[in-house]
């Protein structure tokens, strides 16, 4: 409760940071486009972008909702032309400076969340003083309530989580190219280095042997044992670049067999646990695989390491993968080591890496990929029967009526004296009931208000709610 009534108190602190911020944003405006002094439309854009995500912030604390930023990717930086000059739409420059400001000016001003973000700093400030008492009575109820508005303006759009996902997609896109070509680049190199050179080997020993398969057949029997080793040492040699490209075990038995192979190929002693009960898709399960060879090969060159503890589970869609190594830690993903190319595979599926390595050790990377597993099985389906959705319509449609006309404002006509009863309940009945009528109204709109947010919570932990068809069941 306590910590409730900090966060009402934050709040409303941020009114006196909204106030002198929509003050400036009318002098900001008034001199950019009245004296033409639009350089300062940028900051200004900023500290208001400073203020909604401080809300965001001071909701996501309060309250649980998590209020995504709306705001369209930022303009890529100016490209230098071949004649070693910036355009920027008919005009050239020497220095990427204008070009880049230009670029930057233009996103601010056609972004629409820019222009939301103004909306919500000049109706917030009395949005609060509108819910002021439910956050004083119910503060839970009443910071719900406060973060559902906010999320109704400051949460990403349609367009904006498009255009965020179309960003997105280009530098996965650009990513995986990069690491094709790395690939590339690698077997080509194991095959130049390594097959190349034992296949031009066998063949300079076979026509050894065939030259004195007349005249020394014993030294050609030699020689012709030689080859056959040397064809076994190529086949083996062969056989792990085929691995480096897609183990077989892989596609044969999935990533939670793969990875136990791995193990046990390792010269650390490594255990794994495997909590998988689908596989993901192909390119997923060769892109985890990778990172989790590339971390165990980590270990053993440049960590020290001499045990190693492999986790794959799954939290909903996401599949989560942890390594944690007993090595002397540091690692570092800009000292390279092989990280900044988990990295680069990840970055394909939007997934992440995390990585907690203090000086001494213990070492452990965790590696996230977002929604990469069947939905029909990952996690709840839970849904609201129609009765409970035209329920809570319903409440949130009628509450306000209790709450604020018969209730707040009623109680305010009450303090001031007002004779003018209009269809104030409260206000025609005898003065010893008045009182006793607005408190049961707002607490009555309250309820209600706290009804509306309390079924679908409910009903989502509802012991009979519909949960996860596939739970506890395994694949063999």
């Known amino acids: 409760m306590v910590r409730k009534i900090g966060h009402v108190l934050a709040l409303l602190a941020l009114v006196v940071v909204q106030l002198l911020t929509l003050v400036s944003t009318f002098l900001c405006l008034v001199l950019c486009f009245g004296l033409g002094m639009v350089f300062l439309f940028p900051p200004q854009v900023r500290m208001i972008r400073w ?20 705001y369209l990717p930022k303009p890529p930086p100016p490209q230098r032309q071949p004649d070693g000059l910036y355009r920027s739409h008919r005009t050239l420059y020497k220095t990427p400076r204008m070009p880049a400001w230009n670029d930057r000016w233009k996103w601010m001003l056609t972004d629409p969340a820019t222009w939301r973000d103004g909306f919500w700093l000049l109706l917030d400030p009395g949005v609060k003083m509108v819910l002021l008492p439910l956050l004083i009575l119910l503060p839970g109820r009443g910071l719900r309530v406060y973060g559902l508005w906010c999320e109704l303006l ?37 095959l130049h280095d390594g ?3 034992r296949l031009v080997a066998l063949g300079m020993t076979i026509g050894a042997a065939e030259q004195l398969m007349e005249s020394d057949p014993k030294a050609a029997r030699a020689l012709m044992a030689k080859a056959r080793e040397a064809s076994a040492e190529t086949l083996t040699e062969l056989r792990r670049v085929i ?10 038995r999935g ?20 909590e998988l009960t689908h596989r993901p898709e192909a390119p997923v399960e060769a892109a985890a695989y990778f990172a989790v060879s590339e971390l165990l090969s980590n270990a053993a060159r440049h960590g020290g390491a001499e045990s190693v503890e492999i986790d794959i589970s799954t939290s909903g869609a996401n599949l989560r993968i942890t390594v944690t190594d007993d090595g002397w830690g540091g690692a570092d993903p800009s000292k390279g080591s092989g990280l900044t190319g988990i990295e680069r595979r990840l970055a394909a599926f ?98 209600m208000y706290a009804t509306a947010v309390a079924i679908p919570a409910h009903h989502k932990d509802h012991p009979l709610a519909p949960r996860n068809p596939l739970e506890g069941v395994g694949f063999c």
Request: hydrophobic share 50%; charged share 15%; aromatic share 6%.
């Open 195 to 197: 097959t190349q050179a």
């Open 243 to 252: 691995r480096g490209i897609h183990p077989p075990v892989l596609a044969e």
């Open 350 to 447: 939007d997934g992440v890496m995390a990585i907690h390595s203090p000086a001494g050790g213990p070492t452990t990377v965790t590696l996230e990929l977002p929604k990469v597993l069947p939905e029909h099985w990952a996690g709840d389906v839970a849904k609201l029967p129609r009765w409970k959705l035209a329920t809570v319509i319903a409440l949130y449609g009628t509450a306000w009526c209790p709450l604020f006309p018969q209730g707040v404002v009623a109680g305010i006509f009450k303090l001031v004296g007002f004779d003018e009863k209009a269809w104030f309940l409260a206000l025609h009945l005898p003065d010893a009931w008045q009182w006793p009528c607005i408190a049961f109204m707002i607490l009555l709109g309250t309820a």
């Open 255 to 274: 990533l939670g067999d793969a990875v136990r192979a791995l193990a046990m190929d390792s010269a650390l002693k490594v255990s794994v646990q495997v």
């Open 154 to 190: 400051l949460a990403a759009t349609a367009s904006s989580r498009m255009a965020g996902q179309l960003s997105s997609l280009n530098r996965a896109r650009n990513l995986a190219v990069d690491t094709q070509a790395a690939e590339m680049r690698r077997i080509e190199r194991d």
């Open 51 to 70: 203020v909604t995500g401080m809300a965001r912030y001071l909701v996501r604390a309060s309250s649980g909702i998590v209020i995504e930023p709306p």
